[in-house]
């Protein structure tokens, strides 16, 4: 991480933590406004941030991480020249990929300290093997999400990035199914209390997976541009989407 982007971080982690799942728009809007955080991927030149596609990533993934009500992402991508919608709608769709691999880390963090706390026939549950396999499988996936993410985020530093981010948001909604179901599984009925935390991040989950394309979707843009290129172009095709542009002569 750059000294910009951790800088970034330790501005937007405190007061995202502080705002969470209880911000309102009306009121808190304007906090971010004074951080500049709306014109996050405007250049410096119009007044903006100046910030690139991992600085976003950085800030949409803090957003779900603590389940921020407002929907920063939007007011932020609101702010880019983009006449066209389906753009528009895929770099929403990047940043719900995001925000579901922040909250996900979120509910994993909350089950795993869960588990250290609680007791069960004299021992924590964490102790349990089966407890250990779900929350082993948890991290996997929220770490693929995450992973996906940040390379969708490179991508858009580089281009347009369609097939980065359909496979982004893909995988971040397949891994909202077994993070949320694993996360609730092990905290057992408080994990549905208003008093607990753990709510407001599941059902962050739930929405997120379903916005801007659900799985059925983004699996058919996928296997449309697969088709569309044939079978002989699919290993080269992919294995060159993180190569480094040449350099110019």
């Not at 006449?83 to 691999?101: E, K, N, P, V, Y």
């Not at 990035?161 to 408080?190: D, P, S």
């Amino acid at each position: 991480m750059s000294d910009t982007r951790r800088m970034l971080a330790e501005m937007a982690d405190p007061l995202f933590a502080e705002l969470g799942p209880g911000a309102t728009a009306e009121q808190d809007l304007a906090r971010l406004e004074e951080l500049g955080l709306p014109l996050l991927l405007v250049p410096e030149a119009e007044g903006g941030f100046g910030g690139d596609w991992l600085d976003a990533l950085t800030v949409f993934r803090l957003a779900g991480y603590h389940a921020l009500a407002i929907d920063l992402p939007a007011t932020i991508i609101a702010r880019l020249p983009i006449g066209d919608s389906g753009r528009r709608h895929s770099l929403m769709a990047f940043a719900r990929a995001a925000q579901i691999g922040g909250a996900l880390d979120a509910a994993l963090a909350r089950a795993v300290g869960y588990v250290n706390e609680r007791q069960q026939f004299g021992r924590p549950l964490a102790k349990f093997q089966a407890v250990q396999q779900s929350l082993a499988t948890f991290a996997c996936e929220a770490a693929a999400a995450n992973c996906a993410a940040m390379g969708a985020a490179q991508a858009l530093n580089r281009g347009p990035a369609e097939f980065e981010i359909a496979a982004a948001k893909l995988r971040a909604n397949r891994a909202v199914e077994i993070g949320t179901t694993v996360a609730h599984q092990v905290h057992g009925a408080i994990g549905f209390t208003e008093e607990y935390g753990l709510h407001h991040l599941t059902g962050r989950l739930w929405q997120w997976r379903s916005e801007y394309g659900n799985d059925a979707y983004w699996s058919r843009r996928l296997g449309s541009a697969v088709i569309e290129r044939g079978a002989d172009a699919f290993w080269p095709d992919l294995t060159a989407r993180n190569a480094a542009p040449p350099a110019s002569g």
